[in-house]
């Protein structure tokens, strides 16, 4: 039976790392995924911290996770390039054993601000991300995925998201890193079943799976009242345990287990306790379940048949204005009710978005999110 | 994963020196980065948050 490895989503945070210290001390921590475009500012990396990604790297056990590269973005960037050109490099320094970036298009009006928004599923979409997936592929030199988007507009865009996902990677022979969370997310917001989820899931393509926190905010419309979002700031939900059981033995790629929070939810000792304790929960599950491995679906590398050939970036110069003019409803809308009007009258309306069909509360909840990280992390 | 005994222990120093750090960092950034208030500086002076208080938006639901 091939090896699951579990492992922390670790970036240069204190926090993190203190939490993790007596997990590395006690060498549980079987992985590491590292954000390596979250450092753009920050000149030096301690020798520590290279050192350390370096070890998990020479082992076969580090996993890279790309946040900013804006995937669905209907203009090719500057940034982009630049983004690549980073990856390139740094791929030649140190070995990632895969890539992976976020499904979505950010809504910031610069490149590191504001947060991925989903985008129609549509055959233009679908070019857009196929185009980007290979050019990632093409500058890491290694596997290539993509994960789940928590957030959704509507019900409809959650049911046929797995399709998409699925449609996506095939033309790069990329892998699915499966976010249990952002998948629980969308079954409490829209009140839907893990099963008819599921099913329209890549299975034999998840290589990864995210497991971690979250929180709820009050919403009227939504269904029990509020919205669960994938803040990554609180312990592990039991049910979200229970789905990493059932999912498990369905993936037979599966190589990495990951339990993702971020440093703000590990500031006392009570929260890094029951991080640690919500790790080993997670390794006891990858050791103790099965995978159904079946011959045909097993032992994908997701690695392209060859290289690519990469034309000029596919771009809509349509979508991109929708892109646009969501971004500007959503960070200057003073609220769900507000962005619903404002869509009414846009170019949006009438178009692939189906914006007529997103429940308030959820323009509500992209109002606060897009609001909240309209200016990254800069304080 | 075992990590050599020298690693663990510069990772270990290297955590509790960031975590005893606690003011912002004051880094430069090139115009691009910049908001109204000093779009007009060639090389501009700002205040962001140590990683220590990192988070990111990359869930799409943070």
Known sequence: MRKIHPGIACNLDAHILSAAVP??????????????????RLRDVPEWFQGLLQAFAEAGLLTGHGIYFSIFSAQWSKEQE???????????????????????????ADFHNGAPMSVPLTNATLAIGADRLMRIQDACNCAVGIENLAFAFCEEEVKQHGDFLSRLLIPVNGFLILDLHNLYCQMKNFDVDYEALIGHYPLDRVKEIHISGGSWAPASGAPGGQVRRDTHDDAVPAEVFELLAHTIPRCPNLKFVLLEQIGSGLQTDLQKVRFRQDYLRMCAICESVEIERDAAAGGNNFLPA???????????????????????????????????RRLATSILAGTPWQTEHW?????????????????GFVV | MKLPKN????????????????????????????????????????????????????????
């Open chain 1, 306 to 340: 060859g290289e690519f050939h990469l034309p000029a970036p596919v771009e809509d110069a349509m979508l991109y204005e929708q892109q646009a003019a969501l971004s500007q409803i959503l960070e200057n809308a003073s609220g769900g009710a507000d962005a619903a």
């Open chain 1, 23 to 40: 997990l590395l001390e006690q060498a549980q921590v079987g992985a590491i995924e590292w954000s390596f475009d979250a450092l753009f």
């Open chain 1, 359 to 375: 429940p308030e509360y959820m323009l509500e909840t992209a109002v606060q999110i897009a609001q909240k990280w309209k200016k």
């Open chain 2, 7 to 62: 690693l663990l222990q510069a990772v270990i120093i290297g955590v509790g020196m960031a975590a005893a750090t606690t003011a912002c960092d004051k880094v430069e950034v090139t115009t691009s980065d910049c908001d109204d208030s000093c779009k007009k500086e060639k090389v501009c002076i700002h205040e962001i948050r140590k990683q220590a208080q990192y988070s990111c938006p990359a869930c799409g639901m943070g």
């Open chain 1, 82 to 108: 630049a983004w690549l050109s980073h990856l390139r490099a740094l791929s030649a320094e140190i070995k990632f054993d895969h890539i992976s970036e976020h499904f979505g298009f950010m809504t910031g």
